[in-house]
């Protein structure tokens, strides 16, 4: 379960640090430039979570990494819920807008995809924080237009629209997530996948019962030979994404044969 969570902070304060407003002002106007900007905050914060995990992300801490006083921080941001919205947001503007291989709605869901696998690869600490109430900043919102957009022309109703894109992401947040888990694992051991197996072989084969799990036994140990231990990250997200997207290729034919009938 994620730790932490976006849009936790207060509503008003956040967006207005997202937009550059003041709580009070009225879209359109700017309040004097202060001597840390909004962008200068964040990257200290992301350079922090991106080399030890958002929980090493204080308020006290980037102060410190910025050459200011946790109470002047405050000055320009309400708070650590604050700051993960601004993390995010600065995170999602800055991702990758891969040109997709082909023309079609299809080519360019895969480059959705693998523009989000290289956002997640890039700060691992995003897949850890909870996003079912997003930022609502400039950068979330030119995000969700980019990745709509790839998808537009596949001829879904604005609701299964929605819907594709958030099956599409959740499966690439999945793998970011398994990836994270193996690459901490392969830190933590200092073995490789492979080097663990081998490593553990002996143990193994005295409580393992290849006749009792024969299918196991066969499948498990072709999947081993094939990628050099239990999960091979590139793997399944190659076989993972080809399945997600063949099955929302059935639902646009669907609805592309339902609209021919009418």
């Given at each position: 379960?994620?730790?932490?969570?976006?849009?936790?902070?207060?509503?008003?304060?956040?967006l207005?640090?997202?937009w550059?407003l003041?709580?009070?002002e009225?879209?359109?106007?700017?309040?004097p430039?202060?001597?840390?900007?909004?962008?200068e905050?964040?990257?200290a914060?992301?350079?922090?979570?991106?080399?030890?995990?958002?929980?090493?992300v204080?308020?006290r801490?980037?102060?410190?990494?910025?050459?200011?006083?946790?109470?002047?921080l405050?000055?320009?941001?309400?708070?650590?819920?604050?700051l993960?919205d601004?993390?995010?947001?600065?995170?999602?503007?800055a991702?990758?807008?891969?040109a997709?291989?082909?023309?079609g709605?299809?080519?360019?869901?895969?480059a959705?995809?693998?523009?989000?696998?290289?956002?997640?690869r890039?700060h691992?600490w995003t897949?850890?924080?909870?996003?079912s109430?997003?930022?609502?900043?400039?950068?979330?919102?030119?995000?969700?237009?980019?990745?709509l957009?790839?998808?537009?022309g596949a001829g879904?109703?604005?609701?299964?629209?929605?819907?594709?894109?958030?099956?599409?992401l959740?499966f690439?947040e999945?793998?970011?997530?398994?990836?994270?888990?193996?690459?901490?694992?392969r830190?933590?051991?200092?073995?490789?996948?492979?080097?663990?197996?081998?490593?553990?072989?002996?143990?193994?084969?005295?409580v393992?019962?290849?006749?009792?799990?024969?299918v196991?036994?066969r499948?498990?140990a072709?999947?081993?030979?094939?990628?050099?231990?239990a999960?091979?990250?590139?793997?399944?997200?190659?076989?993972?994404?080809?399945?997600?997207l063949d099955?929302?290729?059935?639902?646009?034919?669907?609805?592309?044969?339902?609209?021919?009938?009418?």
């Amino acid at each position: 379960m994620a730790s932490d969570r976006s849009s936790a902070g207060d509503p008003a304060r956040t967006l207005a640090l997202l937009w550059g407003l003041s709580a009070q002002e009225k879209p359109g106007r700017r309040g004097p430039r202060q001597a840390k900007s909004p962008a200068e905050i964040a990257a200290a914060a992301i350079a922090i979570a991106d080399a030890e995990g958002v929980d090493a992300v204080t308020m006290r801490r980037v102060a410190q990494e910025l050459g200011v006083s946790p109470m002047a921080l405050y000055t320009y941001v309400p708070g650590k819920a604050e700051l993960l919205d601004l993390m995010l947001d600065t995170v999602y503007a800055a991702m990758p807008r891969t040109a997709p291989d082909g023309d079609g709605w299809r080519a360019r869901a895969a480059a959705v995809a693998d523009d989000n696998r290289a956002l997640h690869r890039a700060h691992p600490w995003t897949v850890s924080v909870a996003t079912s109430r997003p930022p609502l900043g400039p950068g979330l919102m030119a995000k969700y237009e980019y990745e709509l957009r790839a998808l537009e022309g596949a001829g879904l109703p604005d609701v299964e629209l929605d819907a594709a894109l958030t099956h599409l992401l959740g499966f690439v947040e999945t793998c970011a997530r398994m990836a994270a888990d193996e690459r901490a694992a392969r830190q933590e051991s200092a073995l490789t996948d492979a080097q663990w197996w081998a490593a553990n072989a002996e143990l193994l084969a005295r409580v393992f019962d290849a006749e009792r799990h024969p299918v196991a036994a066969r499948v498990g140990a072709a999947a081993g030979e094939a990628h050099g231990g239990a999960y091979d990250p590139d793997h399944a997200y190659a076989f993972g994404l080809a399945r997600v997207l063949d099955g929302l290729a059935a639902l646009v034919e669907r609805r592309r044969a339902e609209a021919g009938g009418r």
